[in-house]
């Protein structure tokens, strides 16, 4: 995996996403999975920063998401905040048989909210879920972190590829809606714009002629002298 993915100069349905979360967590196997459905059991820890680019149809259009794998050791936790910018979307990711790792995740939490746009969606991802016999953190307890920062839960396996799918296509489906929304709101002021523009009549008022102007006139049309 690199960042050699080749990319349109021009994508109008571009969508740049951020996984973070602790090392260990899967971040790395969750892309594989969803970009090449690949797994791997010993995958390489990620160094620095590398993303990869996948086309889908959301909604009947074609849209290409960009997808960045962020190192979780401490080393590399200074992630550049280049990083975020323009990021419509972030996954925050934790292993469900990990307490450290979903206890750690506000501290990713904060340094998006930091770096990202106001409008960027976030998406809590449990992962791991094969390993539901030594679950350390309750779906309850994590639902309600999600929605206590108006966030969705989906818990995911990478390694049996349970609702991988379903998690990108739910975050890449919320940025889709948003873009929508705003274009169709832009679209109905540009009309009410073009209503009034419509209907704005141009009166002319004529000054009134003096009266020595008037009688003159009237004097020539009657060609009275």
């Known amino acids: 995996m690199s960042s050699s993915d080749e990319i349109p100069i021009e994508y109008e349905n571009l969508f740049k996403l951020v996984i973070v979360g602790r090392s260990g967590v899967g971040k790395t196997n969750l892309l594989t999975r969803f970009c090449d459905n690949e797994f791997f059991n010993s995958p390489m820890s990620t160094i620095g920063l590398e993303f990869r680019t996948k086309k889908l149809q959301i909604k009947s259009v074609e849209v290409m998401a960009q997808i960045w ?47 990202c746009p106001t409008d960027t969606k976030f998406l809590l991802v449990g992962n791991k879920k094969d390993l539901d016999s030594d679950r350390e953190v309750g779906f309850e307890v994590a639902e309600k972190y999600a929605k206590e920062h108006g966030m969705l839960l989906i818990e995911t396996s990478a390694k049996s590829s349970e609702n991988v799918e379903l998690a990108f296509i739910t975050l890449l489906k919320q940025i889709f809606d948003e873009k929508i929304s705003k274009k169709n709101k832009i679209n109905d002021e540009n009309q009410k714009v073009k209503k009034v523009s419509n209907s704005s009549k141009v009166i ?11 009688r003159e006139e009237r004097k020539n049309e009657t060609g009275c002298c």
């Open 69 to 115: 794998d962020t190192a979780g050791q401490e080393k590399f936790q200074a992630i550049p905040p280049t990083t975020y910018r323009g990021s419509q979307g972030v996954i925050l990711t934790y292993a469900i048989n990990d307490l450290n790792s979903f206890t750690g995740l506000h501290k990713w939490y904060e340094i998006a909210l930091q770096y």
């Open 204 to 214: 002319v008022i004529q000054k009134d002629k003096p009266k020595k102007k008037i």
